[in-house]
């Protein structure tokens, strides 16, 4: 096409035809214009369906994190609520006479009551992609306030346990150390293999002891605080579940 506008421009000024010729050369302006208008936007609809593709695999990877994350969160709680129904059964006994607490194995509910654990989910796919600034990628902004939420939220998850855990290593387990029978309660743990203590157990003596009633309260207390955090989590992951859901059936 240039050739042929080149021919025609050389042909123009040997007529002398001016105007003609400015016509001409106008469009082959123009024509140039186009062109690469046309190439501009060929690059950046393969921008963009790259970008499009990035995006969907950040999705699906977010995807699979959350589901995996699901099914430890569920677990946790399940096993926390336990825990704390141990621990509020403990309260509850505090200060009955033996023959009731003859009735309940307390060895057994007073490790329930401090069997905690921390939640460590899975979350490389969101740290890479904030880390990365691939974030960005992903055009929901729904979403992307969902994922900051979260990074938000375990930080007080962390925080969270990091006061029980405190208060369990500090003072619980001290008391229980020092008042109490370990063997006898680890017994319904890990170290069931080694049996229970030759000694006569001094746990159920525990439950009549207004010290015992203030640790164990302060050890409910940061389980339901904890409890709490982890559950207030789900309505998070869930959300997070359905947008990813979503946005990868819009890239079909």
């Known amino acids: 096409m240039i050739k042929f506008f080149r021919h025609i421009r050389k042909a123009m000024i040997k007529e002398s035809k001016a105007s003609k010729y400015l016509l001409y050369a106008i469009g082959e302006i123009v024509l140039v214009v186009i062109g690469i208008l046309i190439a501009l936007q060929i690059n950046n609809w393969n921008q963009n369906e790259t970008n499009r593709a990035r995006e969907i695999a950040i999705l699906k990877d977010l995807n699979q994190e959350?589901?995996?994350?699901?099914?430890?969160?569920?677990?946790?709680?399940?096993?926390?609520?336990?825990?704390?129904?141990?621990?509020?059964?403990?309260?509850m006994l505090i200060g009955e006479p033996e023959n009731t607490l003859a009735n309940h194995n307390v060895d057994s509910l007073i490790y329930l009551s401090i069997d905690y654990d921390d939640f460590n989910p899975s979350q490389s796919v969101i740290d890479e992609a904030i880390a990365?600034?691939?974030?960005?990628l992903i055009r929901s902004d729904s979403l992307r306030?969902?994922?900051?939420?979260?990074?938000?939220?375990?930080?007080?998850?962390?925080?969270?346990?990091?006061?029980?855990?405190e208060m369990g290593q500090t003072m619980t387990l001290p008391y229980l150390t020092k008042y109490g029978s370990m063997k006898n309660i680890d017994y319904f743990g890990l170290m069931?293999?080694?049996?229970?203590?030759?000694?006569?157990s001094r746990n159920p003596a525990l439950f009549q002891e207004v010290e015992f009633e203030n640790i164990m309260d302060n050890q409910a207390w940061g389980m339901k605080n904890y409890l709490n955090k982890l559950e207030g989590l789900k309505p998070l992951v869930d959300q997070i579940m359905h947008l990813t859901n979503r946005e990868i059936e819009k890239g079909k």
């Not at 959350?66 to 129904?85: A, C, P, V, W, Y």
């Open 145 to 165: 306030s969902l994922i900051f939420d979260w990074v938000s939220a375990m930080g007080g998850i962390k925080e969270s346990y990091a006061t029980m855990d």
């Open 192 to 200: 069931e293999a080694n049996g229970k203590s030759k000694f006569e």
């Open 66 to 91: 959350f589901k995996k994350n699901t099914l430890k969160l569920d677990s946790l709680i399940q096993d926390h609520r336990g825990m704390l129904e141990a621990a509020n059964e403990i309260m």
């Open 132 to 136: 990365s600034g691939t974030i960005s």
